[in-house]
């Protein structure tokens, strides 16, 4: 199980080689790798910038990752979230799931993908040439989506 | 004395990223603690706007939850990773 | 988009490589990686053999992985698959799919995976020792599946 | 003539991977193509009970798909890939 934080360029390669060898009995191994996009609803951007939560980033995709784990069953999963600047076309996230059967690695890679979205402390601007501007979502559904990070990490996971 | 922390859209608006403050009375709560940000200066009025989260000791928390000295209280918009 | 059969050892990184660099500027990709297994209902097995119809295994790879473009609107999809001798734990199949979003790659993913197993001609021998036997499937579930296939590869996609 | 081809179950059973085969009739169908067959042997007989599929040039097809002269027929079982 990993769940890292880094402001350097995504190895993807690398990091679904190491899921492999961790787990070289899998049955399937499912991998999301999220990029930027060059538009937004608004137009075309030139780039984003992630800021994090130092410590409780890497928490909540922890916790993430070890809930995905139980829920599904996995044999193992790895979740890397870059930060920082990161150009167009550059990854920002890989997610890599093992497990004895499809539909196990399917579902967990699906699932840490739309808790990650929704609730780990993460903020994008987008950038239009110099200008800057953060991405709004609504804090209605998010408060409902953030609810289960009210649970302690350290606590017993349900 | 606790550690005020904000990131994103609350830490441009306040332009604080972190520092610390004064507990005012015993068995604070988050509540408690925003009404003294939003003594400190009109910014924080704005930053602590409906939608704003708040994790004590990195876990996120309603505005009852208790806050004792030495917490680390942040505030932060609604996140939007991935 | 592509669609292929080997009898040689899979090179998953490789594959992934050419599907980012086909797609540079997609916002999701997807893949998925079926491995053998060690085991089956009735215990450990030892390796498997997978025969293919030459030709038309191709066919509907082919047909499959366009159908998946085009209903989920996949920037790309690549679909590579083993036959022959198959050690445990070696990679199988690989499926991978390009979106802009991650949704599209999902569910493109699996779809090509659920299709695959029901509808490429492909049989599937386990090993216990030298002891081979044939993997069953009810033949009502397989015809009703198999359905799409009765197209015509060359015809027009619904 | 017409070519036959078998696989897995079927090409183990008959122990005839591929042939050719003259086509007894005009307007022949893929149930035409199975009598012929099952009169081949009595392993054929076994080897195209329930649940055989088959594919006339590598298209699905059933009983009543006509077969002509040049076509390639195959018999299979249910698949089983991935």
Chains 1, 3 share one sequence.
């Not at chain 2, 609350?10 to 509540?31: H, I």
């Not at chain 2, 706007?49 to 928390?61: H, P, S, Y």
Request: glycine letters at 8%; proline letters at 5%.
């Amino acid at each position: 199980m990993g769940a890292c934080i880094t402001s350097t360029p995504l190895t993807i390669t690398a990091y679904h080689e190491a899921l492999q060898r961790a787990v070289p009995k899998a049955g399937a191994i499912v991998t999301f790798t999220g990029q930027v996009r060059d538009y937004n609803q608004q137009g075309p951007i030139s780039g984003i910038h992630l800021e994090h939560y130092p410590g409780m980033t890497e928490n909540a995709l922890t916790k993430l990752v070890t809930q995905a784990i139980a829920r599904f069953s996995l044999l193992d999963a790895h979740v890397v979230h870059r930060i920082g600047d990161i150009n167009n076309y550059a990854p920002i996230v890989w997610v890599g799931t093992a497990a004895s059967h499809r539909k196990a690695a399917f579902d967990g890679a699906c699932y840490v993908m739309d808790l990650l979205k929704q609730s780990v402390p993460l903020w994008k601007k987008e950038y239009q040439g110099e200008q800057g501007v953060w991405v709004q979502t609504k804090a209605s559904d998010d408060h409902a989506a953030m609810a289960w990070l009210k649970e302690s990490p350290k606590g017993e996971e349900k | 004395m606790i550690n005020i922390k904000t990131f994103a859209q609350v830490r441009e608006v306040t332009q604080e990223a972190g520092f610390s403050l004064p507990l005012e009375k015993a068995n604070s709560t988050v509540a408690d603690v925003k009404v003294t940000l939003r003594m400190r200066a009109p910014c924080w009025g704005e930053a602590l706007d409906d939608g704003v989260l708040c994790a004590v000791n990195q876990v996120l928390c309603d505005d009852s939850h208790p806050v004792a000295e030495g917490d680390e209280v942040a505030f932060f918009p609604p996140v939007t990773g991935g």
